[in-house]
């Protein structure tokens, strides 16, 4: 699968964006997808995740309360909404896909998008 990311840009902090992966071929539905970011100098983290079916969510400690992991089957797309972003959630921002039930180990990675935000 050939994953797509796109929605990255600049925003105040406080502010919120909302991220989408388009995936290809015809077996969305076999994957479990989900979101990692990498900020500057630091290690690739986990964001979120959604289940292949869509019915499990699972979320970091930074992003609960304030991100969104959601998937459209029809449009076979997954997206990632930002609310009350911060500074320190500065990162290029990856989608990812594993076949099986549940995000753990990505077997596919999107190119990344870039989100900033600023004080």
């Known amino acids: 699968v050939q994953l797509q990311a796109s929605g990255g840009g600049l925003v105040l902090a406080g502010g919120s964006l909302r991220l989408s992966c388009a995936t290809s071929?015809?077996?969305?539905?076999?994957?479990?997808m989900g979101w990692f970011r990498q900020a500057p100098g630091k290690e690739r983290e986990f964001v979120a995740s959604?289940?292949?079916?869509?019915?499990?969510?699972v979320y970091a400690d930074s992003a609960k309360g304030r991100f969104t992991v959601s998937r459209d089957s029809a449009k076979n797309t997954v997206s990632l909404q930002m609310n009350s972003l911060k500074p320190e959630d500065t990162a290029v921002y990856y989608c990812?896909?594993?076949?099986?039930?549940?995000?753990?180990?990505?077997?596919?990675w999107g190119q990344g998008t870039l989100v900033t935000v600023s004080s």
């Open positions: 071929g015809r077996t969305f539905s076999s994957y479990a």
């Open positions: 959604i289940s292949r079916g869509g019915g499990s969510t």
């Open positions: 990812a896909a594993e076949i099986g039930p549940q995000l753990r180990v990505p077997d596919y």
